[in-house]
Structure formats: C-alpha cells, structure tokens
C-alpha cells in the first residue's frame, strides 16, 4: 500500500509559506489546505511595467498586422501583459507556450496555443521539439515576450537555429518584502516548508530570511529553479519533477511521507 494513500492529511500541521499572491497562490493555499496544511501566503514579488513601453507598444502592433509566424510565451504573466494591453495575435501568427500553466492562461485569456513542449516544460524543453512542430522551416520571424530578468535561452537557441527573432522584454520583476512577523517565523523555525517557484523568489528568499533551519524544507518547482536557488545560495531539499504547483505540492506531500515514516523508525 502506497503510504501516501494512508493518510489522508498528509500534511496536516506543515506551515508552509507560498511566495504568490493571486489567483496561483489562491490555488495553491486551497491544494494545501485539503492536505492538512495550514498555507502562509506571503508574495514576494510582483510584476511591473516594462522600461520600454514604446518597444512593446511597437511589437504588439506588428503582431497584430501578422508580421511575425510565431509568438512564444514563457510565462502567465506575460499572458497577463497581453490581457492588458488587449493585444491581438495576426490569423496567421502561431504561438508556442512554455509549461501547461502558460498553456491554460493563453486559453483562458482567448488565445490559441500551437505547442507546448510534451516532456520539458523548459526554454530548453520548447527547442528540443521546435524542428518538428515547424517542420524545420528556416528562418521564421519569431517574437519572444519575457521578463526582464529571464535568461534568453530561447532567444540565443532560435538565433542559433537561424530565426529571425525580436526579443522584448514585457516586463519586470520587483521584490516585495514579507511582514516582519513572517520573517521572524521563517528564522525561528516555525514554518516547515517554504515553496520557490522561480528564480526571482530564491532570490528574495535568501535576501529576506537568509540561512533557512535544518527544520524547514526549501521546496522548488522544477530541477532549473533548483540550480538557480542554489547559486544565490539556498539550501534546496525538494525538487518538483514538474513546472507545475500540482508537482510541487506532490513532491512536498512525498517529502512529509518520508519524514513521517522516519520519525515513526526512530521510536
């Protein structure tokens, strides 16, 4: 029998801090909750506009006319700047998604979404799959929307195919300090787990609380946003297999099975 079948709140106790505010750390608090957990959700970023308006303005309005073959998102926030901006994609303009939560926010916000990488929910996953779903068609115009931080993995990678791509920053992305009160449980140890669903997050993670207790669990949402805590210097106990808040909290919920069960040997 699967252990994990056996309980039914598996993590019933867990204070875990979820670093989103919105619609996803709504989601994710409701997933916790009916797992026993008791979610703190404390944003620790947020989305600005981007420092060059006028550069986006004049994307959008070239993708509206159809200049581009192909659009590609990597993110929902950019799908929200795309909302906002009430931007049209041109009939014959195809747009790649990188990871099912992208997918579903451009569904939801009315768009169409021609590929989503099967395996790789990654920059990395979308250009593995890239020849076949354009059948190897060389060069396209290609416009890559991101935030300003973001790395340009898919930007150099389709440069390196021989697209012609226009990369344009959205975006960007501003740290939000936590409550003192939050900081002061994070130190004390009194929170069991700590969710890190970006670079960025790791980020104010380390600069807001600094060393992590032996006692908390860093839990990050997939092996890129793993490698990236660790370079600003976070300790990282749990990797998601998935780019998605479902695995996240599957991997946690394994991680306090396993604790469990460890406890249990111990006595």
Known sequence: MNPRHSLPKPLAGWRVLVPRGGPWGDQVAANLRSKGAHPIVAPMINFAATDDAPALNEALARLAAG????????????????????????????????????????????????????????????????????????????LTLRSEIAKPLLTEG????????????????????????????????????????SGSVARQVQDQFGSIPENTLVACIGPQTAKDARVMGLRVDVIATDRTAESLIEALVTAAVATAVSAVDAH
């Open 67 to 142: 200049e581009f073959d192909w659009m590609t998102i990597t993110s929902a926030t950019t799908v929200d700047v795309l909302q906002s901006h009430r931007a049209v994609v041109g009939p014959g303009t195809r747009i790649a998604a990188v990871g099912e939560t992208t997918a579903a926010a451009l569904v939801a916000a009315g768009y169409h979404v021609d590929i989503v990488p099967s395996e790789d929910n990654s920059a990395r996953g979308l250009l593995a799959e890239w020849e076949s779903a354009t059948a190897g068609v060389i060069p396209l115009r290609v």
């Open 158 to 197: 389709l440069r390196r195919i021989g697209h012609d791509v226009e990369s344009v920053v959205a975006y960007r992305t501003v740290g939000v300090p936590v409550s003192d009160q939050v900081v002061a449980d994070v130190k004390a140890g009194l929170v069991q787990a700590v969710l890190v669903t």
